[in-house]
């Protein structure tokens, strides 16, 4: 017998600025932004979230922004399994961020779309440059200062200092320079 859940809706992700669990200062949030379960997102300060964004924000987990961070118009950020985005990222227009898949049935009879859900949190550390189109998988840490190639799959955790591109994204090469604490 296959478990079929019942649809519903997420509303529609209007909500005021207030409703947001934490919200710092000089945040900047662009029309046709969709918030979703804004009791659950911390946004730090000097942030800009790009015009039709959508923070999905989700009944469980928390979705955290930090200081001094851009992200661009048409992203669609997803935090079931949780997702923590650190200070001084740069996140180019349309890049999505999954936290969660469907698990895979043991019989072909059973519909994907109803299996259970895996949550799997992602971390994105300071400093990084995210590309246009780029896609996150559930799970993933990226690590500090690393570059994130535009239409890149991140399908691994990505090592600090790291310039990764391609589908799935691979190791292009390691930044160099001095590391100050």
């Known amino acids: 017998m296959i478990n079929i859940r019942q649809f519903k809706s997420h509303g529609d992700g209007t909500c005021d600025l207030n409703q947001i669990k934490k919200i710092g200062q000089n945040v900047v949030v662009e029309s046709g932004v969709l918030i979703f379960h804004p009791e659950n997102i911390e946004i730090g300060n000097n942030v800009y979230i790009g015009h039709n964004t959508f923070l999905k924000g989700y009944y469980k987990n928390v979705l955290k922004i930090g200081d001094n961070t851009w992200i661009g118009q048409n992203c669609f950020l997803h935090s079931g399994g949780g997702l923590i985005i650190g200070n001084n990222v740069g996140m180019g227009p349309c890049v999505k961020v999954l936290t969660h898949v469907h698990e895979e049935p ?43 190639g535009a239409g890149s799959v991140v399908t691994k955790n990505v090592e600090p200092f790291s310039v990764v591109a391609g589908n799935p994204a691979r190791l292009l090469r390691k930044r160099k320079g001095l590391i100050t604490a």
């Not at 259970?116 to 780029?134: H, L, P, R, S, W």
């Open 106 to 148: 043991d019989h072909l009879e059973i519909p994907i779309l109803f299996c259970e859900q895996i949550y799997k949190t992602v971390v994105i550390e300071d400093d990084c440059d995210i590309g246009i189109g780029a896609i996150i998988l559930p799970g993933i840490t990226i690590g500090r200062g690393c570059l994130i």
